[in-house]
């Protein structure tokens, strides 16, 4: 503060200082004192790094009414340039001080950036998925991770007290975790060596759950220290996916008393959606199962597969244990990022007798695995991932959807007893946000999988796609064309085993037959409209399949619900 009676002041500072005055004063002669207003405010800045400590000054000399001398201050002055990068604008790499490194924006030309689960294992023997441990077991498992950069430029140390400290939210905790390289630790203990040198290596823990709060060392000089960043869980209805992370330098006040930060910066990440594939896009691996009825059926599959160039990989079943529904145990997506991507399966809460094959056969090095478990008795059949299928991309009233939008089954909305897919699952399919999920009226069937009646295929005309939909009016204008034809004798189901032959006459005829389908009908019709609005279509995008139904009555809670009456989609 000003000594007593002071009416003017004057400053001086070294070449790289510069000042300026709040509110400002009214224009002086050069040198001359400047009058003393109880509210001014000396505001200072440097226009480049210290390279020793203390190496800039300012002083402000205290004048009375006859511009007598009455005092002097002294500042000793250190500049320190500190910054926390990330890829902000998303080019692979971590460029100096983005304006926009502290903000996150969706779109493919806006900024933010981007964070990977660590949800695959390096390791393929006692595995687990790398987020559940909290080192780095493998330098492979950096590439997983996005690259933090603590970028410092000034005097070989910092003034005494001084120091930076690294720091998260406890919201943010659970999410992420932060390790640094080139460890300067000392180990001293042999067993603590060991593990170090064979586990940690020279990448230590920084932040966690259980550190939310760190020093960190400042290199002096022109400096540059790498981190890694993790993501530990995927966007859901509790977590946006937004992780902050803080770096403060903090000024001793005096012994005793903790330290306060003069300075902080932060970078923003979001963590990367787990992504679906739509079934229009070329195959990579086909994966089919092995059981004892199914011996031409796989015989043509490694036919088919070994001629278009794919892998093939085949659950046996010892392993699946007679259960052959592969697309209902499992669904295929991945993460992305600027500098890596890798597949990601998702795991049904269905837990059959495949519930353990994308656990142990598809969890490995690049090749994440995440799951949501449900309470028992929410799982029903339509938490089978024959419920969950995904469209090609499309543009809806000038919304664009690259990714396409997911597609799921659930009861219809104005049904009290109705099954759904459980809110577990459709909580995390929202929560990703890039694939707006569309819910669909499933419940009418007894399976109640939307792939019983829909799926999309390639096309190279329009969207480059086409939905196929089951169509019982298609189906008896198909039968009544072969009637006309002069085929009504002729029989289905001729051959097979455990199936009463029947004419194309007997189908026609059937009264009963026609209103089960006229029911059928009206259930797919309501899901034509509602696939028409939210995915922009018209009816020259949609092919009707003739395919009949039959109701059955299911026993324990004495409903009607559909089953094809010979093979559908499926």
Known sequence: SAPPNSKFFSVKCTSNVHYSISPPHQETPHLSPIPLNGNSILLISMSRASQYENDSKLSVQYYGGKKEVLGRALLHLTAVEISLDVDADRDGVVEKNNRNKGSWKWGPNEHGAILL????SERTYWKKPDSEQNYISKVSDLKDMSVMVLRTRGPAKLPEGYKLTMHISQGDAESVRVFKSRSSEVVNNTLQKLFYNYFVKDYPLVLSSEVLSQEVPYL???????????GLRFPDKDFDGLITINLSLLEPICEGLPETPIFTDKVVFRVAPWIMTPNTLQPVEVFVCSTSDNYQFLKGIRNLVAKSGYKLKICHEYENRGDRWMQDELEFGYIDSPHHWFPVVLDSPRDGKLQDFPYNDL???DFGYVTRVAQRKDVSSLDSFGNLEVSPPVTVNG????????????????????????????DFLRAQKVQEPIALFSDWLLVGHVDEFLTFVPAPDRKGFRLLLASPDAGYKLFRGLQNDGHGQAKLFEGLKDEEPITVDEILNDGSLQDENN???????????????????????????????????EEEKEQYRAVAYYPDMV
Do not use: H
């Open 117 to 120: 689960v660590n949800c695959d």
């Open 519 to 553: 029911y059928v009908q009206s259930c797919i019709d309501w899901n034509r409209d509602v696939l028409k609005k939210e995915l922009g279509l018209d009816d020259e995008d949609i092919i009707d399949l003739p395919i009949l139904f039959k109701l059955v009555v």
């Open 399 to 426: 919304k664009n959807y690259p990714l396409g939008r997911i597609i799921i089954g659930v009861a219809f909305p104005t049904a009290t007893k109705g099954r759904n897919m459980t809110k577990v699952v459709q």
């Open 363 to 365: 969890l490995g090095p």
């Open 220 to 230: 002096g000089g022109v400096a540059e220290m790498n981190f890694y960043v993790e």
